[in-house]
Nanobody
Framework: QVQLVESGGGLVQAGGSLRLSCAAS????????MGWFRQAPGKEREFVAG????????YYADSVKGRFTISRDNAKNTVYLQMNSLKPEDTAVYYC???????????????WGQGTQVTVSS
């Protein structure tokens, strides 16, 4: 199992930007598709973005298309989520996830981070 640690969350005004990072342990990072999920209070966890192992394919929820960008640096064992034009409805705990040999849009993900809080004020 890969260990995941998120960072970069915080408080930002609507229209602002944040970049989340997720550092993975282990030497097989490039074998994992990576994803970002979020969970707002009282709501179910939802898929935000996913990226394939070689970064050739990226997938996004309709609610974030055009505003969020997922990327990865396999040399640094890190995946990023650049979030622009943030809205109050983006407020949630954001989780990083890994899927061994996955495509980046799997239904199941094997490893999860602890989450980082993102709060967007209006």
């Amino acid at each position: 199992q890969v260990q995941l640690v998120e960072s970069g969350g915080g408080l930002v005004q609507a229209g602002g930007s944040l970049r989340l990072s997720c550092a993975a342990s282990g030497r097989t990072f490039s074998s994992y598709a990576m994803g970002w999920f979020r969970q707002a209070p009282g709501k179910e966890r939802e898929f935000v973005a996913g990226i394939s192992r070689g970064a050739s394919n990226a997938y996004y929820a309709d609610s974030v298309k055009g505003r969020f960008t997922i990327s990865r640096d396999n040399a640094k064992n890190t995946v990023y989520l650049q979030m622009n034009s943030l809205k109050p409805e983006d407020t949630a705990v954001y989780y990083c996830a890994a899927d061994l040999y996955g495509s980046g849009r799997s239904k199941t993900w094997g490893s999860w981070g602890q989450g980082t809080q993102v709060t967007v004020s209006s």
